[in-house]
């Protein structure tokens, strides 16, 4: 779909999109299970990562030429998706010289909404065990991290394939759920972090010690209210947003090296429909990631 470069407004920026980040969100908006409620055809993506190309009255801060990262107007349609964005620039960071586009395309989602779960929700301390379920997804590899740079000692739970990839992050501790229940492996947690909902929610409610959090990625149910009242568990639900303070610890930790964000599979935009096969699919290291300055390749 061809549309015109997005004319510059006041107190707007337009990015010169270098990459995008994919998100679950994405896929789900697709499949009219999202955001937005427009009408299609509409340009998906939130997460992206570019140069400044434009920047329109009433703006300070931000320049031509400076490259930038951020997730924006979610909930709302953002149009993510194409050669060029028009941006709120209250949601842009500068980004770090020594981050590729594609690391920082990768980033704000996924980074946001597992701060928001750490410090918003759970309010996460050092010297507190932390539990991340599903640890080798775009959150949870994230919120690994996070949560050990805080001080906490991190649990994780992952596939076999993945634990040595969960304790180069700094995991401590990783426990395949595919054949052994959580459960029955640890206890007295003192925050549980998971993306599911449902029944992997109530499960995971008997590893948290009574006054401990478990904040889901997943909204509120009824059902959850009787099992947490009967463990006197707390829990917490992220609602992403953007959020400028959350931006700028992620931009920080990715400038000094302390912050990793691992890109599973890299597609030109044409590939997209590709990259969201993969990802509903399922199984995902990390990040996936479109890079609009990638050409297609030849077909022989």
């Known amino acids: 779909m061809e549309l015109p470069v997005p004319h510059v407004s006041a107190g707007e920026v337009i990015v010169r999109v270098h990459a995008a980040g994919v998100n679950a969100i994405d896929w789900l908006s697709r499949n009219g299970q999202g955001p937005g409620g427009a009408d299609f055809p509409v340009v998906l993506g939130w997460d992206v990562s570019g140069t400044i190309a434009a920047v329109g009255d009433g703006v300070t801060g931000l320049v031509e030429g400076d490259e930038v990262f951020g997730m924006l107007r979610f909930p709302a349609l953002a149009g993510g998706y194409a050669e060029y964005v ?3 620039p209250d949601q842009l960071i500068i980004k770090p010289d020594n981050v590729d586009h594609q690391s920082a395309a990768g980033a704000p989602m996924a980074g946001i909404t597992a701060w928001q779960a750490l410090f918003r929700q759970a309010g996460v301390e050092a010297g507190q065990r932390v539990l991340v379920h599903g640890a080798a997804g775009g959150v949870g590899h994230v919120a690994v991290q996070l949560a050990k740079l805080a001080g906490a000692e991190v649990i994780g739970t992952a596939s076999a394939r993945n634990h040595d990839f969960l304790t180069g992050l700094g995991a401590d501790r990783v426990i395949d759920y595919t054949d052994q229940k959580i459960r029955d492996e640890v206890s ?13 929610f109530l499960d995971l409610i008997e590893v948290v010690r009574p006054g401990g959090v478990i904040v889901t990625l997943k909204g509120e149910r009824p059902e959850y209210r009787d099992r947490l009242a009967a463990r006197g568990v707390r829990a917490g639900y992220v609602y992403v947003s953007p959020d400028r303070e959350a931006l700028s610890e992620i931009a920080r930790y990715l400038g000094d090296g302390t912050l990793r964000i ?3 599979r890299t597609f030109p935009l044409v590939e997209v429909a590709t990259a969201h096969a993969i990802g509903e699919a399922g199984h995902v290291r990390g990040r996936i990631v479109l890079d609009l300055m990638m050409e297609e390749e030849p077909t022989t």
Do not use: N, S
Request: aromatic share 0%; glycine share 10%.
């Open 262 to 264: 691992e890109i599973d």
């Open 86 to 88: 028009a941006a709120p």
């Open 188 to 200: 007295d947690v003192d925050v549980v972090i998971e993306p599911r909902g449902g029944a992997d």
